[in-house]
């Protein structure tokens, strides 16, 4: 069966579309969306969020070391309204990363 996208957008075409199968399709699409946002939801639950402060003290670093590192892509903040997070998994990674000093 050809995909429906595919014919609409090499042609001219013109589609009828009935009440109730538009009804469907956005029924359809809410449902998906709800899907989507709860998987979301839950995966946010699972996450803890750590303050600059909590992450310098974790990492042992500077305030300027940590924005280089978000500079650098290495450990991106995260902003919570207007407040700036770090991921625990993403300090985790980090971490576990790192080799101690001798």
């Known amino acids: 069966m050809t995909d429906l996208m595919t014919i609409l957008r090499n042609g001219n075409i ?8 538009l009804l469907a399709f956005s029924n359809q ?22 303050t600059k402060e909590e992450v310098r003290k974790m990492c042992d670093v500077c305030d300027t070391t940590l924005w280089h590192w978000a500079k650098k892509n290495y450990l991106k903040p995260v902003k919570i309204g207007n407040k700036v997070r770090y991921r625990q998994s993403d300090i985790q990674k980090i971490l576990g990363e790192r080799t101690p000093s001798i």
């Open 14 to 21: 013109k589609l009828e579309v009935t009440g109730e199968d």
């Open 29 to 50: 699409l809410i449902s998906r969306a709800q899907h989507e946002l709860s998987t979301l939801m839950t995966e946010a639950k699972k996450e803890k969020y750590l």
